[in-house]
T-cell receptor, first 114, second 115 residues
Framework: SAVISQKPSRDICQRGTSLTIQCQVD?????MFWYRQQPGQSLTLIATANQGSEATYESGFVIDKFPISRPNLTFSTLTVSNMSPEDSSIYLCSGAQGWDTEAFFGQGTRLTVV | AQSVSQHNHHVILSEAASLELGCNYSYGGTVNLFWYVQYPGQHLQLLLKYFSGDPLVKGIKGFEAEFIKSKFSFNLRKPSVQWSDTAEYFCAVNVRSGNTGKLIFGQGTTLQVKP
């Protein structure tokens, strides 16, 4: 299975600022996803990161708030824009080789907005 | 909309007790099914998966799960739990969409095993 590295692992940010989270996979993957895990809750899919095109967002998530880039098959970024305390959460990157394979996850980025 | 429902939010067991965690999904199309585990302070790890074939699948650390298509269920079992099984358990369903898919998670079950 591939190894996913996320940076930063944690951060404390001021409200109104933006944070970009990087996700690096040690091998090429067809599919990459971004999830949010709020304290004590499950994982909610934010979007599918598409290589070379705009990400596909789930209901309740918009590009202006969570812009995503995926320039190649091993790298993606998620930006949390104009942050508020409600954005405090763990953000997880995930990758998979295809629909019929398992997904693997990074260790997550723990974001606290003050 | 597709959804995954885990019946138990918090389970407390003594060591050597048997475990069964319920999972149901709502989607009539082709799905792949997973159980993931998250140990305290660690990232998500795959426990087991079902794609096709034998509906009884075995995973790591003595866990197994049974897919019952007619009930849209994928329950996780372990005959005898250990203190080290204390963790958060997530059922997940990969819903196919064209040549791709997306992984939808249940709410999670916190398992606490008392020594």
């Amino acid at each position: 299975s591939a190894v996913i590295s996320q940076k930063p692992s944690r951060d404390i940010c001021q409200r109104g600022t933006s944070l970009t989270i990087q996700c690096q996979v040690d091998s090429q993957v067809t599919m990459m996803f971004w999830y949010r895990q709020q304290p004590g809750q499950s994982l909610t899919l934010i979007a599918t990161a598409n290589q070379g095109s705009e990400a596909t967002y789930e209901s309740g998530f918009v590009i202006d708030k969570f812009p995503i880039s995926r320039p190649n098959l091993t790298f993606s970024t998620l930006t949390v824009s104009n942050m508020s305390p409600e954005d405090s959460s763990i953000y997880l990157c995930s990758g998979a080789q295809g629909w019929d394979t398992e997904a693997f996850f990074g260790q997550g980025t723990r974001l606290t907005v003050v | 909309a597709q959804s995954v429902s885990q019946h138990n939010h918090h389970v407390i067991l003594s060591e050597a007790a048997s475990l069964e965690l319920g999972c149901n999904y709502s989607y009539g199309g082709t799905v792949n099914l997973f159980w993931y585990v998250q140990y305290p302070g660690q990232h998500l790890q795959l426990l087991l998966k079902y794609f096709s074939g034998d509906p009884l699948v075995k995973g790591i650390k003595g866990f197994e799960a049974e897919f019952i298509k007619s009930k849209f269920s994928f329950n996780l079992r372990k005959p005898s739990v250990q203190w080290s099984d204390t963790a958060e358990y997530f059922c997940a369903v990969n819903v196919r969409s064209g040549n791709t898919g997306k992984l939808i998670f249940g709410q999670g079950t916190t398992l606490q095993v008392k020594p």
